[in-house]
């Protein structure tokens, strides 16, 4: 899924428009909103996939032309109407025409109970564009506005979130600290909590995120948020180089429940066990640590204990060699998972660039597995799953000077529109194809967060910090492709023998 494009699928609250949040953890909790006043409409009612498709599109962009006066003004609609009209352009990443419906709700029906969902709208389009300096205010002013409404309570919160995008970080951390007490029993309370931990992180004030470790262990007690505020104890560890407390605060973990909810797994902490472990000088049990992360075909952290073995040498350099033979086998046998179609069109693409199109052929199959029919819930389309937004950066680039919806189902436009993006982040990210794939899902302004965050020039450590559940898998899948594809073919995509 291409940039930012999995926000609009994870996380739905039942606030009309809380269509993605800032860390997948989040949980629901009750509304605090006034029984007695009318509800507001069930965006999710609208949001299905009928709704995220061209001709949903067509249909509302039709009724559009129609409903418009001579002077291009909506004739009179109900806010109802201009509300579904609004999530069908969202959910298609039609921003402002979106923004003209949830406009047209506040200026028309100022008292009406969905105006509250209508600014959060404005504010998660602009958010979603990065224009973040024209979210804020509108964030700032629900918030003030609307504190009694989930709505508000969101916008006050997205405050936050956009001030952590403009590199505002402690004041980000301020305000998720005032969310915390104004709002205990908050929808986002859980992420409230766990944000101020970051945000203090990446405000260059570490020493400060310790206590909120320790106030969020003891406020989620025996919970999964619990957990992620000591596995975020665990990455603040690893950051700052205090090998013996990660050492520490990795064996609390892997002597914790790691289920459902919970932002680590068993072998992504080992890892950093060992890692920390190699670092403060004790090999050798590091080695032993690390040859206890399961190694397989789709094994990410796998793959780096058994780079990491290679590298320390000795015993532990046969005992790599051996994993990394298993894993060959097994590659080998899956060969035909693994196909390198497009490849003409992929090499013309990128031509004498440094992109290897091994990388591009991992992201693609984790995309749409080669169809380029497809089209995702969150409005991505074709082999590369661009959206209009991110396709629309780079198609002059390519000799386009308008995209068609169609020409996103051509194979040469949209390899052509992502080999463009892929580039650029290259240049942003250069030996770190992890940082990429994440950026491909998660949006480079998160990445580039994540990359300061970890602190060390280590793989397995930047991809601890990614924030956002669904990148992180993605970031897995889209590695293990690429470790397979390098394996099977040559970097000018022909089959090794």
Same mark, same amino acid.
């Given at each position: 899924m291409s940039p930012l494009t999995h926000v609009l699928l994870v996380c739905a609250s039942t606030f009309a428009l809380s269509l993605a949040c800032v860390r997948t953890h989040e949980s629901p909790r009750a509304a605090q909103t006034n029984s007695a006043a009318p509800e507001p409409i069930a965006f999710a009612?609208?949001? @299905?996939?009928?709704? =995220? %498709?061209?001709?949903?599109?067509?249909?509302v962009r039709s009724l559009d032309r129609a409903a418009r006066t001579a002077e291009g003004a909506f004739t009179q609609l109900p806010p109802e109407e201009h509300i579904r009209r609004a999530a069908v352009y969202h959910a298609n990443r039609a921003f402002d025409e979106a923004r003209a419906h949830w406009q047209a709700v506040i200026e028309r029906y100022p008292s009406d109970p969905n105006v509250p969902a209508a600014m959060f709208?404005?504010?998660?389009?602009?958010?979603?564009?990065?224009?973040?300096?024209?979210?804020?205010?509108?964030? =700032?002013?629900? %918030?003030?506005?609307?504190?009694?409404?989930?709505?508000?309570?969101?916008? $006050?919160?997205?405050?936050?979130?956009?001030l952590l995008r403009m590199e505002r970080a402690q004041e980000a951390a301020a305000r998720y600290i005032e969310y915390t007490a104004r709002f205990p029993q908050g929808?986002?309370?859980?992420?409230?909590?766990?944000?101020?931990?970051? /945000?203090?992180?990446?405000?260059?004030?570490?020493?400060?995120?310790?206590?909120?470790?320790?106030? @969020?262990?003891?406020r989620f007690a025996a919970t999964p948020t619990a957990t992620n505020a000591l596995f975020a104890r665990l990455r603040l560890d690893v950051s700052r180089g205090d090998w013996e407390t990660a050492v520490r605060t990795a064996d609390e973990l892997l002597r914790t429940?790691?289920?459902?909810?919970?932002?680590? *797994? *068993?072998?992504?902490?080992?890892y950093l066990k060992a890692y920390s472990l190699e670092r403060a000088g004790r090999k050798e049990q590091a080695a032993q640590v690390y040859l206890s992360i399961p190694e397989g075909v789709n094994s990410y952290y796998g793959g780096l204990a058994t780079a990491r073995l290679g590298a320390l040498g000795g015993a532990s350099k046969s005992a790599a /060699?051996?994993?990394?033979?298993?894993? =060959?086998? =097994?590659?080998?046998?899956?060969?035909?998972?693994?196909p390198a179609p497009f490849r003409e069109i992929i090499l013309r693409s990128i031509g004498k660039r440094k992109l290897d199109p091994r990388l591009l052929l991992s992201i693609m199959r984790q995309e749409s597995g080669f169809n380029p029919r497809v089209k995702s819930g969150a409005a991505a389309r074709g082999l590369?799953?661009?959206?209009?937004?991110?396709?629309?950066?780079? *198609?002059?680039?390519?000799?386009? !000077?308008?995209?068609?919806?169609?020409? $996103?189902?051509?194979? !040469?436009? /949209?390899?052509?529109?992502?080999?463009?993006?892929?580039?650029?982040?290259?240049?942003?990210?250069p030996d770190l194809p992890e940082a990429i794939a994440a950026s491909y899902n998660g949006g480079e302004d998160s990445v580039a967060r994540w990359v300061k965050r970890a602190g060390q020039k280590d793989p397995g450590v930047f991809a601890s910090e990614v924030g956002f559940t669904e990148t992180k898998d993605y970031v897995f899948k889209v590695m293990s492709n690429y470790r397979a594809y390098k394996q099977l073919y040559t970097e000018d995509l022909?089959?090794?023998?």
């Open positions: 009612e609208f949001f @299905t996939a009928d709704a =995220q %498709g061209d001709e949903a599109l067509a249909n709208g404005i504010g998660r389009s602009l958010f979603q564009e990065r224009r973040y300096s024209d979210a804020l205010p509108v964030f =700032q002013k629900l %918030g003030d506005t609307y504190p009694q409404t989930l709505g508000g309570r969101d916008g $006050f919160y997205y405050v936050a979130a956009t929808e986002r309370i859980e992420n409230a909590y766990l944000n101020v931990i970051d /945000s203090l992180r990446e405000a260059g004030r570490p020493e400060e995120a310790l206590p909120w470790v320790a106030r @969020t262990r003891e429940p790691l289920g459902r909810g919970v932002q680590t *797994s *068993s072998s992504e902490v080992a /060699s051996k994993r990394a033979a298993s894993v =060959q086998s =097994q590659t080998s046998a899956a060969r035909a998972n693994y590369m799953q661009l959206t209009v937004d991110t396709a629309s950066r780079y *198609s002059a680039r390519i000799g386009v !000077e308008t995209l068609r919806d169609e020409d $996103f189902y051509r194979p !040469e436009i /949209s390899i052509g529109l992502s080999t463009e993006y892929l580039l650029e982040l290259l240049g942003m990210f022909r089959p090794r023998r």
